[in-house]
């Protein structure tokens, strides 16, 4: 069951052709070889994981062709194992073979991220905490790369700075103190902008609470310390929906954050350092 939906808008249009582009350049040499021809291929998954990217292959090859017709096999956001067939392409040759690289590129590293967002998931299956996403994406690849995490079973936090206004450190410090910073947003952002304070200390998430925060990032806050201000915090906003994160948190500490009360907990590392899920590309005789 695909769990994700992934839009296909002009810009990831032009997105695909500018990737197209890069490895195109004047044109691939090896196509006077396969003039006229018409060929088959498939996908297969080398290994074991949660297929990502499958939804952008059709389209970019009928860039290059639009003839080109696929068969997909395996929905995104779906597990596969090694050896599983993924989808099927039918098309001139010369457009299956200009587009393989680009179009396995992309899957693989999405294809990567979901499966790495999988894994972190299910650690915390049963304890009520979803975990999400944060903006350190790859330049360019920002709404794939969340997307790919959406369809690994994660949440997707700010898409960019005009989502919501998180507040840090320097924002406190230069505005002078978490109250200033929250009523000087509050009153620039429009009315459903939510405010999200990041507390380094038990001092600001308590002011945060007190200033009417939406939600309060707890950052690098141990467990232990955890199960006593997290219920101290949602007692402060006295039943205001107020949504407690935690960042700078390890994998194998998810389980005893799971225990704390949190609503999320934010990281970086399946987009960061998820290594690829291995595709290939094999074409039929």
Not at 84 to 110: F, S
Not at 135 to 159: F, I, W
Not at 244 to 263: I, K
Request: hydrophobic share 50%.
């Amino acid at each position: 069951m695909t769990i994700a939906r992934l839009p296909f808008t002009p810009q990831l249009e032009q997105q695909l052709r500018v990737w197209l582009a890069e490895d195109l350049g004047r044109g691939d040499l090896t196509a006077a070889a396969l003039a006229g021809c018409t060929g088959r291929a498939h996908w297969l998954a080398k290994a074991d994981g949660v297929f990502c990217g499958g939804v952008l292959v059709e389209p970019l090859f009928r860039l290059l062709d639009p003839s080109v017709e696929m068969r997909l096999l395996v929905a995104d956001g779906e597990p596969v194992a090694a050896g599983q067939r993924l989808l099927e392409l039918e098309g001139p040759a010369a457009a299956l073979v200009a587009g393989e690289r680009t179009a396995l590129n992309l899957a693989m590293r999405l294809s990567g991220i979901a499966t790495a967002t999988a894994a972190l998931v299910a650690a915390l299956v049963g304890t009520g905490v979803a975990l999400a996403d944060t903006r350190k994406t790859s330049p360019g690849l920002r709404v794939l790369e969340k997307y790919a995490v959406r369809c690994g079973g994660g949440l997707n936090h700010r898409l960019g700075l005009d989502d919501a206004a998180m507040l840090k450190e320097n924002h406190l410090a230069w505005a002078g103190g978490v109250a200033a910073a929250i009523a000087a947003v509050r009153a620039a952002a429009p009315w459903p902008a939510r405010v999200i304070v990041e507390a380094e200390t038990v001092a600001e998430a308590e002011a945060a609470v007190r200033a009417g925060a939406d939600a309060v990032l707890l950052d690098e806050f141990p467990p232990h310390q955890l199960l006593e201000l997290v219920p101290r915090l949602r007692q402060l906003a006295q039943g205001r929906g107020l949504v407690l994160e935690a960042s700078g948190v390890q994998p194998h500490q998810l389980q005893a954050y799971g225990a704390t009360g949190l609503d999320l907990i934010s990281t970086s590392a399946p987009i960061t350092r998820s290594p690829w899920l291995d595709l290939s590309m094999r074409f039929d005789a």
